[in-house]
Nanobody, 122 residues
C-alpha cells in the first residue's frame, strides 16, 4: 500500500492551499481516511477525516477552515485549506485505516504517506 501526498508549499496568512493524497495498493473496499499534521516539536494531531461510512469529521479548533473530500473510488484524498494561519505551519500526512471506523488518533491508521510541508507566513 502506498500513499503519496502532494500540494504543500508556502502560503501567506489568509491564503489557501489544496493537498492531495494518491492511494494505491489497497485491496479492501472500505476504509477510513484522514489528514494529520505535525509541527516542529509537536505531536501529530488530527485535522480532518472521512469515516468508513463517508461521514466527515473535524476538530473544533479549525473553525470550518479546512474541508476534506475523496473521489468516488476512494483512491484520492483531498484537503482544502482556506484562511490559512501561521499556526497551520506543519508537515501534513495522509493516512488510511482499514480496521477502525474512523478515529482522531494516529494509532487508528496503519498506512501513512510521506508528508508534505505547509508553511504559512504572516
Amino acid at each position: 500500500v502506498q500513499l503519496q501526498a502532494s500540494g504543500g508549499g508556502l502560503a501567506e496568512a489568509g491564503g489557501s492551499l489544496r493537498l492531495s493524497c494518491a492511494v494505491s495498493g489497497l485491496t479492501v473496499k472500505t476504509y477510513a481516511m484522514a489528514w494529520f499534521r505535525q509541527g516542529a516539536g509537536s505531536e501529530r494531531e488530527f485535522v480532518a477525516g472521512v469515516k468508513r461510512n463517508h461521514m466527515t469529521h473535524y476538530p473544533d479548533f479549525l473553525e470550518g477552515r479546512f474541508t476534506i473530500s475523496r473521489d468516488n473510488a476512494g483512491k484520492t484524498l483531498y484537503l482544502q485549506m482556506n484562511n490559512l494561519k501561521p499556526v497551520d505551519t506543519a508537515v501534513y500526512y495522509c493516512a488510511v485505516g482499514t480496521y477502525s471506523i474512523g478515529t482522531v488518533y494516529p494509532s487508528g491508521y496503519e498506512y501513512w504517506g510521506q508528508g508534505t510541508q505547509v508553511t504559512v507566513s504572516s
